[in-house]
Nanobody
Framework: QVQLVESGGGLVQAGGSLRLSCTAS????????MAWFRQSPGNERDVVVR???????VYEESVKGRFTISRDNDRNTVYLQMGSLKPEDTAVYYC???????????????WGQGTQVTVSS
């Protein structure tokens, strides 16, 4: 059983930056696709970015050039560096782990508890 714990959320002004972390325990972290999803009230949980076990990232269009995902397999941790934040980035951000490279929530087997990111205008 894989457990994921996110950290790093908070309140930031538009244009600012935040870095989210997600640390895994149990399982073989280096073999998993890792992803960040986000969900705002009344909306579905949507993928933001995913990174393969080989370290190949795929970004959702609205965050390209602003967000960067990275993974440290020695620390069992995946990071999401978020820059040039916009109010529309406000959401609960979830870390997820899975064995496929899908873009939908159903593609992932393990989830963190979520961390709130709020961007003020």
């Amino acid at each position: 059983q894989v457990q994921l714990v996110e950290s790093g959320g908070g309140l930031v002004q538009a244009g600012g930056s935040l870095r989210l972390s997600c640390t895994a325990s149990g399982g073989t972290f280096s073999s998993y696709t890792m992803a960040w999803f986000r969900q705002s009230p009344g909306n579905e949980r949507d993928v933001v970015v995913r990174i393969s076990w080989r370290g190949i990232p795929v970004y959702e269009e609205s965050v390209k050039g602003r967000f960067t995902i990275s993974r440290d397999n020695d620390r069992n941790t995946v990071y999401l560096q978020m820059g040039s934040l916009k109010p529309e980035d406000t959401a609960v951000y979830y870390c997820a782990a899975g064995t496929t490279f899908g873009s939908t929530p159903g593609s992932y087997d393990y989830w963190g508890q979520g961390t709130q990111v709020t961007v003020s205008s």
